[in-house]
Structure formats: C-alpha cells, structure tokens
C-alpha cells in the first residue's frame, strides 16, 4: 500500500493563499488519480479536487472551484492544492488519497470509496 504524507497546513488568515503538498512513497503513486479531501470538526469528510494520471483532467467541488487548484509531479510522486482566497470555512483537516484505477468521471472522482490509500492529515485554519 502507498504511504502518504501530507504538509503545507497552517493558520492563515482569510484572503491568504496556502499550497499542500501530498507525496507518496512509491511508484504507484502515478497509476490512478489523485484527490484531496477535508473535514471539518463535527462535519462528514468531504471532497476537495481529484486529478487523473496524467494531470490532463481534474475535478472540483461547487465549494473550491475558482480558488483551488489540483496539480501533480509523476516524477516526485507529489500531489499539490494551490489555495487561494481561502475562507474560514476552508476549516479543516485536508486529507490526500489515491486510487488504483484512473477515474475520467466526476461522480467516481469525487467519491471516498474510490480511493484505497489516505495520508494523516494536515491541519488548515483560517481565521476573519
């Protein structure tokens, strides 16, 4: 199983940019598509963004789409999320996934059981 590890969390204030990084141990890190999730405190985990293998196709929640930007580097097994213009309620804990198989379909892509590996989580506050 990939491991993944997730960095670029903080406190910020709203209107701040950040950018999380998500990279994975091994190889298998480019066979499928790649996805942010996050939750809130006391909320269910949401989706965020999901790019497919070779990056030519990404997916966005209604809530990001316009400030958040999903990027990935096959050849440093690295997942990013540029995000800008970020609210208070972009409050949470952002977790990267990966899936096994390439999703070119926004309902799958955005779907939880789609993905078999999660990082831990790293931590984005953002205060008014």
């Known amino acids: 199983q990939v491991q993944l590890a997730e960095s670029g969390g903080g406190l910020v204030q709203a209107g701040d940019s950040l950018r999380l990084s998500c990279t994975a141990s091994e190889r298998n890190f480019a066979r499928g598509n790649m996805a942010w999730f996050r939750q809130a405190p006391g909320k269910e985990r949401e989706f965020v963004a999901s790019?497919?293998?070779?990056?030519?196709?990404?997916y966005y929640s209604d809530s990001v789409r316009g400030r958040f930007t999903i990027s990935r580097d096959n050849v440093k097994n690295t997942v990013f999320l540029q995000m800008n213009s970020l609210k208070p309620e972009d409050t949470a804990v952002y977790y990267c996934?990966?899936?096994?198989?390439?999703?070119?379909?926004?309902?799958?892509?955005?779907?939880?059981?789609?993905?078999?590996?999660w990082g831990h989580g790293t931590q984005v506050t953002v205060s008014s």
């Open positions: 996934a990966t899936s096994l198989t390439i999703y070119y379909n926004s309902e799958l892509a955005s779907r939880d059981q789609s993905y078999y590996s």
């Open positions: 790019i497919v293998r070779n990056g030519d196709t990404t």
